[in-house]
């Protein structure tokens, strides 16, 4: 039975059972194009060298909960009834109107923060490093190779057409003789005033991630001594984690409001720039989008290892800004908070994605096949004709609108 390509990739590329097979990259680029393949080829080269990290990342996991069993350490401050114990030691409270606390309430945090903070974790983080670099001189070996067997070596930026958009804002003497091509093509200076403009925006949107960590920082405080001072008995002890968690929750929301919103700003600051070529374009919009999204993404994390706690000051004389006495770590350490922060937002994002890649197009699809049937016929004319899936291209029709690849190439 003869195949077309369509068909060979449904059966052995895109289908769950065949997940430990190599892809048919060529197949995929004759269908999809060169960037579709690239991008798959990249994810596959990424996922099989995935396998190393993963298998030392489990045994590190391994040794960390090991090394909180038995601990001295972790045995003082969470036991009573051994001789060098400390859990009944009362801890100065963390804010002015906070009350004081036994070391016993925070050994839970404790815990966790000591599972991480060890020689084990210290060596993963170099391995992960020192990986890092392998991988990217391993893949560039490999990208190198696969643009020589699809004839993309030897492509030069100059030979690149202009974009659509560009040509058609240029007048009749907007034109330059390019030496590599031997063509006149649309051409003009780009604007200094548009440049300026859009770094400008770039510069007030990260501002304005700046306002929203600060304005988080400042509800955690207020949630801390609220729970504090109002809770009773159970939840009592763990005012710290609920200001943290719920904090880290509102921080994931205000990441994906603001990532949205500024994808959209994004795009159309740079389709307003007006770059000539696709490569340009999509250059100016990925720097953009990076510098955002760092300060979006990594801003609470950063702030939480480096500056909180670090300048608070002490009993007595407590470090305030507009009467706001400054956040501090949570009776576990700053570590534990840390890995919570990291694992609210970044899981929390990585199910959002999962449901705005898998879950939103299949709702697509099935609304677009449910308002492509077309009934005829009324009253006794019970004949119903239903317009659709009768041929591939209409079928095609049905599915959902095929997204751009650049919010994957970002993650790249």
């Given at each position: 039975v003869f195949l077309n390509d369509r068909q060979v990739l449904g059966l052995f590329w895109a289908n769950w059972g065949r997940?430990?097979?190599?892809?048919?990259?060529?197949?995929?680029?004759?269908?999809y194009g060169d960037t579709i393949a690239m991008y798959f080829a990249w994810l596959g080269f990424y996922t099989k060298l995935l396998i190393v990290p993963a298998i030392v990342g489990t045994l590190v996991f391994l040794i960390d909960i090991w090394s909180i069993v038995n601990n001295e350490v972790v045995d003082s401050l969470c036991q009573t009834d051994v001789e060098y114990s400390r859990a009944e030691a009362d801890m100065c409270a963390e804010c002015t109107e906070c009350q004081s606390y036994q070391l016993l309430t925070i050994c839970l945090l404790f815990t966790i923060s000591n599972a991480f903070n060890n020689g084990a974790s210290v060596f993963f983080a170099i391995f992960i490093s020192f990986w890092s670099a392998f991988f990217l001189e391993f893949w560039k070996r490999y990208q190198i190779t696969l643009a020589f067997l699809w004839?993309?070596?030897?492509?030069?930026?100059?030979?690149e057409p202009p974009r659509p958009e560009y040509a058609v804002t240029c007048e009749e003497e907007d034109v330059r003789y390019n030496p590599i091509t031997l063509r006149w093509e649309p051409y003009r200076e780009q604007s200094i005033f548009?440049?300026?403009?859009?770094?400008?925006?770039?510069?007030?949107?990260?501002?304005?991630?700046?306002?929203?960590?600060?304005?988080?920082?400042?509800?955690?405080?207020?949630?801390?001594?609220?729970?504090?001072?109002?809770?009773?008995g159970y939840w009592?002890?763990?005012?710290?984690?609920l200001a943290s968690v719920s904090g880290s929750i509102l921080q994931l929301v205000a990441i994906t409001i603001l990532s949205f919103v500024y994808a959209w700003l994004a795009e159309k600051i740079t389709l307003w720039e007006n770059y000539r070529t696709e490569t340009e374009y999509q250059n100016n919009l990925t720097v953009k989008r990076f510098i955002f999204e760092f300060f979006n993404y990594y801003g609470s994390c950063f702030y939480i290892a480096f500056i909180k706690g670090n300048f608070v000051g002490f009993p007595g004389h407590y470090t305030k800004i507009f009467g706001f006495r400054l956040d501090t770590c949570g009776p576990g350490g700053c570590l534990g908070e840390l890995a919570q922060n990291l694992a609210i937002i970044f899981l929390g994002k990585q199910i959002l994605n999962n449901i705005q890649e898998l879950l939103v197009p299949s709702i697509k699809s099935w609304w677009s096949r449910r308002s492509s049937k077309k009934y005829h016929g009324k009253g006794d004319?019970?004949?119903?004709?239903?317009?659709?899936?009768?041929?591939?291209w209409e079928a095609d029709n049905d599915l959902s609108e095929q997204e751009s690849l650049f919010p994957e190439y970002l993650e790249m």
């Open positions: 997940w430990n097979k190599y892809q048919p990259l060529n197949r995929v680029r004759i269908y004839s993309k070596a030897d492509f030069k930026v100059n030979q548009k440049t300026i403009t859009a770094i400008s925006v770039v510069i007030i949107t990260v501002v304005v991630v700046i306002i929203t960590l600060i304005s988080i920082i400042i509800y955690k405080i207020a949630v801390y001594s609220v729970f504090d001072t109002m809770a009773q009592k002890p763990y005012a710290s984690t004319d019970k004949e119903q004709i239903a317009i659709s899936m009768s041929t591939p």
